[in-house]
């Protein structure tokens, strides 16, 4: 009984394995108009556009984005996202804009970022310590004692 069991549940995990195995690169299914059939494309990397869908004779044409564009998956959108331009307040730039990704900021030091704001990490009062220490992107002020 235990060996069936365990049988089953090796037959289980690799059919399971075998089912969610993801291809690369990504696909997405699209009807293709000239045969009257669903086809499997590939997606668009990071980077780039869908410029055509691909058809029973071509792959699928993606193209780079344009400056101030970016995509930062796989996708099927034709078109690229547009970069953020600038930081918010008390915040600087930590990797400009490229094809892939959008701008990133971070808050300035002493700052951490709550929501869209960069609020000043609290100073503990004299005589206590700092059970938490702050973290200059962390999600939280430092915790006193």
Not at 63 to 79: F, K, Q, V
Not at 80 to 90: G, P
Not at 112 to 137: D, I
Request: glycine share 4%.
């Amino acid at each position: 009984m235990n060996k069936l069991l365990c049988c089953a549940l090796v037959f289980l995990d690799i059919s399971m394995k075998w089912t969610t195995q993801e291809t690369f690169p990504p696909k997405y299914l699209h009807y293709d108009p000239e045969t009257s059939r669903q086809l499997t494309c590939d997606k668009c990397p990071p980077g780039t556009y869908l410029k055509q869908h691909c058809t029973a004779r071509r792959k699928t044409m993606c193209a780079p984005c344009p400056d101030m564009h970016y995509t930062d998956t796989w996708h099927t959108s034709d078109e690229c996202l547009y970069c953020n331009l600038v930081c918010k307040e008390l915040q600087y730039v930590k990797q400009e804009c490229n094809r892939t990704q959008n701008l990133k900021c971070e808050c300035e030091e002493g700052r951490y970022l709550e929501v869209e704001f960069c609020l000043k990490h609290r100073s503990c009062p004299p005589g206590a310590g700092v059970l938490q220490a702050e973290s200059m992107q962390g999600p939280k002020p430092s915790t006193c004692i």
